[in-house]
């Protein structure tokens, strides 16, 4: 199993940035996929989780509105939508399998991460 991220770069306050996280011998629809990020020196934490059940998306309530989880299943890939960012939002941004809301334990599989740096 294997998940590949791509998308991440520098962008400006109140830009934009697209990630994307493919699935190699796995498919992503049938489970709960979540983005993460992690800055140098604090814990990992949760962005949203996307029930492969409803649909629905939970997202840590300070960036709902901002981030949007959506699927393509034909690409088997998982895609972060960022908009309005803010130079808080640097971060590496991880995409696992198996999310559960805020916890990050429950994680079976991982990205390698792709960084994200919001210059003010």
């Known amino acids: 199993v294997q998940l590949v991220e791509s998308g991440g770069g520098l962008v400006q306050s109140g830009g934009s940035l697209n990630l994307s996280c493919q699935g190699f011998g796995i498919i992503l629809e049938n489970h709960h996929m979540g983005w993460f990020r992690q800055v140098p020196g604090k814990e990992r934490e949760a962005v949203g989780c996307r029930s492969s059940i409803t649909g629905t998306t939970y997202f840590d309530e300070s960036l709902e509105g901002r981030f949007t989880i959506f699927m393509d299943n034909a690409k088997n890939t998982m895609y972060l939508q960022m908009n309005s960012l803010k130079p808080e939002d640097t971060a590496v941004y991880y995409c696992?399998?198996?999310?559960?809301?805020?916890?990050?334990?429950?994680?079976?599989?991982w990205g390698q991460g792709t960084l994200v740096t919001v210059s003010s």
């Open positions: 696992g399998t198996d999310c559960s809301g805020v916890i990050v334990d429950s994680v079976g599989y």
